[in-house]
């Protein structure tokens, strides 16, 4: 595909007017001032009024829940999880997944993210749903015991995630490497959180995501009662302490939340190379409180960004997380240009794609893949266009998203899904949320 | 007009399915379950699949300054006003607040806001270029002066003011009323602020607004500085006591930002019935702070909400300060239902109508003025739809709004506007972008 006479975003997010980007097979082959040759079977894109970006990658979400939104909206957290979403999620069958994960790739396509790290279960359901219609994704289980004998070999979690990580290595989802570090669709080893499991448990996850090289995706301190009760059940240390104390940081973790981390945290976080996953508009709405980001950053911390779960956001809008993130470090920091638009829009791309172990992704430059996002800027909000970057950050909304890429496929253009049929998707959400509600 | 087979919120701020909704004239005069007679040129509208809800009132407004988006951003507030707004709106005539008032108009429009009040220069300008784009508007000139011999009656601020006065009174926006209080276009009292004015200003300003009955439109403190330096300035007393001293406060004033206010202000401002105008996003863009608002509403003061200019938000999207303005008050003060999805909505719409003196506008109810807008459910981050309220507050985007009516003519549809050249608009604000800081 050829864009012709398009404004972008470089790998360096800086703007460039008048380019021409070609794509071939699943990478950017060319960006450039002048024409490039035609290749066969090349479909061309005038890209006048549209802006080219690096497509998003959101790295804390829960997509299945999508088919909560709303529901129990305004009850405190722990009555909204025990008298609304437990017994909602304890209805959900493979299928329900299946259905509910596709609605929720409807809405991560139509405002441009590429790729998520997900937490939630029957994740084989989820990686064909994602894979489908499209999507990039690491997938885990978020694995929680309270079994003081527990065996994680044992665990359906555990065995889901080994199931995913064959098919990952074995080219189910695209990889040509061995490793299925190419693979579309990713294996992560999912940790639920201290609060929900036990030593015995955290030191075999440790072990296992050890062994099999993979990415540990776990929340860390989302709220003040989380951290502190952490603090009173293992002897006055933090839950970054204590899960380092049990050799979790010996692989990437990327650690959701992270409100209320400590210093020394910070500095194990950073020495291990672990990233924080912020989630700015599920710690607003739940009331757990703001992390200080500008500070993590100051220290070298490396912070993606996340939306949560369609239930406590609720929407898997990156323009949304962008665009919070962007305001409420000002705010909090009382400092107008705390965090740069351009350092803000990396951390939902290029910081977002390394977070994933996806070293070719994230920017637009040539030899990455071809995950790419267009924005349509003949719209008013967005006139009279003198500062792009600053326009993608604090004037954008989702909906201006007129096409979105992964590896070189087109996958949403104009309101139209390549790979999912909306109606079905629409209908059998609907019928199998009637279903559970009556159930119970 | 009318809508058959509707979801809509009604003026209780619950949701209704399956309505029959009919306009006459500026009017609603039927809301029901069944079918109500034709009337004659009638055109019937299928609401399957949308959502009616009030149409937004932006309580605190400087339209002109979408010209002005995106420039500077970034830079700390004294700089940005002094290098790079100031300088630039110094170049600007009647003519190009004209236009960039008519961009600001299609982006308010096309995000469901019916009303803005709004303070600038020019203002008969504005007025014209408003009234022809269907929106109503309380408008006034941000009066300042330093000089101690100022006389109010001689300021073009107060001239312009005065004369807009005179059109509303005398018909020239609709209005049937001899005080001019049904007027589309209405003119209110603009103090800027008290930083910007002296004593024997404010004086005059606060005889003027209570001897032609207008509402006072200023800032009160916005920042902790202005805060702080207002009180070293006038004797210990804060903006608000000293406002009220020189008799502000015997005309209804509205408030804009009030992120520092302390708790006579609140007793103060209460007794007197004015109004606070939170503006979430640029509070938070340009560092202020953030309003405490779950406070002031327990307090019994009345809140409305505003979006500040363009180009300290970056946008003027309603639907951003709904969902701000929920999201911060659950994240500051940690309660996941600090202020209602209900009582969110409700500020936006029925307060803020309520703040610009427009009594019978702001609530889907029969005998109100059809300000209304249709939301379009059949979007992905709409889906299930189980809680309409929440889905408004928490996932909707401005994009959502296909249909926004102001006195029950149709001015916003499907990406067209009734009484815009859109292509018209957007060619006349960029050559005069450029024509201004070629000049610079």
Redesign the interface.
Known sequence: MLFKNIKLIDGNYEVQSDMYVRTKGAFIDYIGKECPEKLDGETVYDGRNKLMMPALYNVHCHVPM??L???G?????QR?LNEKIFPFEAKLTGEDVYWTTK?GA??LL??GCASISDMYFFINDMARSLDEAGMKANICHGISSFDPDVKLHEMKGYNDTMQLLKDAKSGVYGAVNADGSDSRIKADMGLHAEYTSNEGLVRQIAEAAAEEKLIVHTHISET?SEHAECKSRQDGRTVVRYFADCGLFKSQVNAAHCVYIEDEDIEIMKAAGANVVHNP?S????????APVKDYLGKGLKVALGTDG?SS?????MF?EI??A???S?????????I??ADILKMASYDGAMAQGRTDCGRIAVGNRADIVLIDT????L?????SL??IV??A????VVLTMTDGRVVYKDGEYSFID?ER??AE??QR?NRIINEL
Chains 1, 2 share one sequence.
Not at 378 to 381: A, L
């Open positions: 999508t088919i939104r709303g529901y909206d305004g009850l405190p957290l909204w609605l409807m809405e139509a405002s003040q508009s710690n607003l709405k739940l009331g757990s409180g703001i369609a956001n609720n929407n898997l809008n949304e665009h919070l962007a305001m409420i000002r705010g909090i920091t009382r400092d107008a240009n705390a740069s638009a003949d719209r008013p909000h006139q009279p266009g003198f500062d600053s326009d604090f004037s909304q989702g909906s201006d909306k998707v629409y959400v609907k949320f």
